[in-house]
């Protein structure tokens, strides 16, 4: 009797302990950690007159709020990776606060007014919040503004400013970024890219998400070390697979393998960023350790500074770009021969109306089938407005770059318009050689630019995109031969061409100097 008697008090107790305790959701509540996440990512070109609009942005991403978070699941770009690593590894103790997710491709500077309204809805934003135990952006490190230097440098200063220093800010940048002292002081770590071309953005996010948790968790504390490097050289020598920069990246995974390293990066800059503080740079983030992030920051620099000397890939003039292709009349049987426009690579922020190859084109080899992409509102809307199969001629080109690129004369017949995504699209054919047209620019990287317009890449002798590097992934099942095209233009790889007025001197290879420091 006296054991029942026992068994129904501690049965009694039990129940009543676990009455008044919390549930499940609300302790889960009680403990609940907020994270912000933003996207302010853009590249710009300092040498093009084009300002980048809100329209740019509309084209890619401008999100506000909730419609943030299931845009980037499906997107799955650095957003993407910092959400799948919160849900993933958070444990339900984190909240995830999106403010703003601005995304715009490559162009020129930002227009100074819409710069400074995106950047105010991400302060108001954080005063907004009641809690804050972290926040992630997503930048890219080269953006640009009209009449301001140092615009991602301005963000973190900013943020900085209105939440607590112990509030940990992670950063993920582009591979391409422009480091920064102002940006360095401002944020606990940043992370960039490790590939180019650039294919691991969720990935990217994903461990900017989980060092963070890891962060505000207690469980590391990051320590940054960087170095600036009076180095000057891109335009195709950072693919990270190729030499001469794949042992360079195969030398920071080994590094990251310490449990001690956090991350390390390399960033081999932006060069069509007319900047004061323009340079490579390298970043090591360690947990703790400070010695060993001034080691390996400094260790990653000197292995930079050995490869200086390393060439540009080849590069042909339009005439010779031709001859190439028509040598290669067995291979165009069973695909085409594409031509890189690294001159006016929009992926680099260029306006995208280059006519020099269409020129070359149409006087050197009409009889070639050639599909040639420009960016002209103008004459887009004025042929878009003429009847199909009707000849047509218009005046291309030399309107936003007036410096580099010259007006031409083409007449074609009429054989395709339409209006979406580019604005208004419309193709002109003169014999072999077909020009589109359209309103917005576009770096082409995937050929369904030209299959979406009714073009078979099968059918075409010569194939011209507008960027760097991307696009040899994505055409590997159409193309039998790149070839490198070099004309006047505002992406010119070859530093000695650009009209730099702000950067540092002296700097490598512009100055002969014995030492990146």
Not at 360 to 382: G, H, K, M, N
Not at 419 to 435: C, F, N, Q, S, T
Request: charged share 25%; with cysteine.
């Amino acid at each position: 009797m006296r054991n029942l008697f026992v068994t129904v008090v501690l049965l009694l107790t039990s129940i009543i302990i676990v009455s008044c305790a919390p549930g499940k959701d609300e302790a889960r509540n009680a403990a609940t950690r907020t994270i912000a996440i933003v996207e302010f990512l853009q590249e710009s070109n300092s040498f093009s007159r084009v300002p980048t609009d809100e329209a740019m942005f509309r084209s890619t991403s401008l999100l506000r709020g909730a419609d943030i978070i299931p845009f980037s699941k499906k997107e799955k770009l650095e957003l993407g990776g910092c959400i799948a690593a919160i849900e993933k590894l958070g444990g339900g103790e984190f909240e995830i606060a999106p403010i703003l997710k601005a995304r715009s491709m490559s162009g020129g500077p930002l227009e100074h007014a819409l710069y400074e309204r995106l950047k105010n809805e991400i302060i108001q934003g954080l005063k907004k919040m009641d809690r804050l135990d972290g926040i992630y952006l997503s930048l890219h490190g080269a953006m640009g503004v009209m009449g301001m230097r140092d615009p991602e440098g301005d963000i973190l200063a900013a943020i900085r400013d209105r939440v607590s220093s112990t509030v940990p800010i992670g950063v993920t940048f582009d591979l391409h970024a422009n480091l920064t002292r102002k940006r360095m002081e401002a944020a606990t770590f940043v992370i960039g890219y490790r590939t180019n071309p650039h294919r691991d953005h969720y990935d990217v996010g994903y461990s900017a998400g989980e060092i963070l948790m890891k962060t505000i968790r207690g469980e590391v504390k990051p320590v940054m070390a960087w170095r600036k490097m009076k180095l000057l050289k891109g335009g195709g020598i950072n693919v990270d697979f190729l030499s001469p920069m794949r042992p360079i990246f195969k030398a920071m995974r080994k590094m990251e393998k310490d449990p001690r390293v956090l991350t390390v990066s390399d960033f081999p800059v932006h060069i069509w960023l007319d900047d004061p503080e323009l340079g490579w740079s390298t970043v090591a983030v360690t947990d703790k350790d400070p010695g060993l992030a001034e080691k390996l920051a400094e260790e990653i620099a000197d292995r930079n500074w050995e490869v200086r000397d390393a060439p540009h890939p080849l590069g042909s003039m339009p005439g010779e770009a031709i001859a190439i292709a028509r040598s290669k009349n067995i291979a165009r049987k069973f695909g085409t021969v594409v031509f890189c426009d690294a001159s006016d690579a929009v992926g680099t922020g260029t306006p995208g109306e280059n006519t020099w190859i269409l020129k070359s084109l149409v006087e050197e080899a009409p009889d070639l089938i050639s599909y040639v992409p420009l960016r002209d509102s103008e004459a887009a809307a004025f042929a878009h407005s003429k009847e199909l199969n009707k000849s047509v001629t218009v005046t291309v080109g030399g309107k936003l770059d007036p410096l580099y690129n010259r007006p031409f004369s083409f007449t074609g017949v009429l054989i395709h318009k339409s209006e979406g995504r580019l604005g208004k699209a419309v193709i002109l054919r003169d014999r072999g050689v077909h020009l589109i047209i359209t309103e917005h620019p576009d770096s082409t990287p995937r050929p369904s630019y030209f299959t979406d317009l009714g073009l078979s890449l099968w059918k075409a002798d010569i194939v011209v995109v507008k960027n760097l590097f991307p696009f040899r992934f994505f055409y590997l099942f159409y193309n039998r031969k790149t070839v490198n095209v070099m004309t006047p233009g505002l992406s010119n790889v070859d530093v000695f061409a650009l009209d730099y007025r702000s950067i540092p001197r002296p700097i490598y290879p512009l100055d002969k100097i014995a030492s990146w420091r």
